[in-house]
């Protein structure tokens, strides 16, 4: 026989930008009914939905485990930065009060390391802030 092929296909669009095309065919001189091209199109709306589903849950598992690691970074930095202060000011007011000169270096390099840590500290919050907030856009 004089066997034809009647197709149909559609645009899957996604939330942001279309996902793929959704093409059927039939052999035969059945065609393709308006049927056929509305539940291609409710096929191919069910893919998108479930692609584009799957896309916002992985943004916000992300966005949550940014949230705990600035919780995390934030608590951290509140516990290491208190003593560190503490420590800073004890440095300086013995290095103002000191003489001996290597207990005078010795007092400077811990302020040196204390204010490095703090630095650091500040970065780590600086960049766990920067995370999150672009994780929201």
Known sequence: GDARVRDTGGCISGLERPLGVLAAYTKGNRGVTTDDVHFMQCVANVIATAIDRKRVDDVL???????????????????????????????????????????????????????RITKLMHQLLSFARHKIGRAHV
Not at 79 to 105: C, D, F, H, Q, Y
């Open 61 to 115: 598992r992300r966005t949550e485990r940014l949230a705990e690691f600035g919780t995390v970074a934030s608590g951290l930095a509140h516990e290491i930065g208190t003593p560190m202060n503490v420590i800073l000011g004890r440095a300086e007011s013995l290095a103002e009060k000191i003489s001996e000169p290597a207990t005078k270096k010795s007092l400077h390099i811990i302020i040196a390391q204390v204010e």
